[in-house]
């Protein structure tokens, strides 16, 4: 967890199983260890004095200042039948609750999910060992063999930073693939949002795809799945949000500030 009453910048870089984090006040680093004694297959678990230690720590900081937590195993239930959660998890987000800015940071699952809750954003992070399946995409999880000519694509890194001004971290994903970028320079197929329209209204890419959004409005706007399987902050003028669409199916999704404003990738 990180908190900054009156912050400079705060950045970090973090994949699956690493975190490096700078920071002007290195006495306000702190992660949440949910791995402990983990079973096979088993949720993660943070344990009453972890929790009671958080919610003692996060009792010294107002409402206002932004706050990070990292944890290995997601915070928020992405898989539960394969273990990727944590028990005890909605107790330590009760915490956060509060405060106007909260960003959650997890690895373990080697795949980019995001999601958004109140003022609560998840995000987990590929991984540089090995992609793993997408969630229930097959009997359980464990290294996912690709082509060789995609690896470095489905493995990357993720920077993390804090402007002052922004209501919402920078989260960007990069993938080891050489010359993939999130910005506009980027490889990945990129869908403009300009003129309160999604252009194109409607993209057909192949699985195992990311597709970047960039917004080129003045007004903030959202990417937000229909069928809640992502979701992007809210997105100032040429901010950006990626997803990596494993699985075949027509994913419908809208902004959530201007509902009128719609569009669909079509994975086939």
């Known amino acids: 967890m990180i908190g900054h009453p009156d912050p400079r910048s705060v950045s970090a870089q973090f994949s699956g199983h690493k975190i490096q984090l700078e920071s002007p006040k290195a006495d306000e680093r702190a ?6 004694d983990l079973k096979p297959g088993g949720l993660g678990f943070l344990g009453e004095e972890q929790l009671r ?19 290995h195993i997601p915070l928020w239930s992405v898989y539960p039948q394969w273990g990727w959660g944590t028990d005890d998890s909605a107790q330590a987000l009760s915490y956060v609750k509060r405060f106007g800015s909260v960003t959650v940071l ?18 987990t992070a590929a991984s540089t060992a090995f992609p793993q399946p997408a969630p229930g995409a097959g009997p359980g999880p464990g290294p996912l063999t690709v082509p060789a000519d995609r690896l470095r694509s489905l493995l990357g890194i993720t920077n993390v930073n804090y402007v002052p001004g922004k209501h919402a971290l920078a989260v960007v994903d990069s ?4 010359g993939a970028t999130t910005d506009n320079g980027s490889n990945d197929p990129e869908v403009k949002i300009s003129n309160f329209t999604f252009d194109p209204a ?8 990311k597709v970047t959004w960039t917004n080129h ?11 809640k399987l992502f979701a992007s902050p809210p997105l100032d003028t040429d901010d ?5 669409f494993a699985t075949q199916g027509e994913y419908a999704y809208y902004c ?13």
């Open 256 to 268: 959530k500030i201007h509902p009128r404003m719609t569009g669909k990738v079509v994975v086939k």
């Open 240 to 244: 950006h949000f990626s997803f990596i």
């Open 202 to 209: 409607s993209l057909e890419i192949p699985p195992r795809t």
């Open 53 to 71: 230690w958080l919610e003692k720590d996060l009792a010294a900081y107002s409402n206002s200042t932004p706050i990070v937590l990292f944890a």
């Open 175 to 178: 993938p080891l693939a050489s």
């Open 217 to 227: 409005d003045d007004q903030p706007h959202t990417v937000t799945s229909t069928q």
């Open 106 to 123: 997890n690895g373990h699952i080697h795949q980019i999910l995001q999601k958004v809750e109140g003022s609560v954003y998840f995000h």
């Open 31 to 36: 992660g949440l260890v949910n791995v402990f």
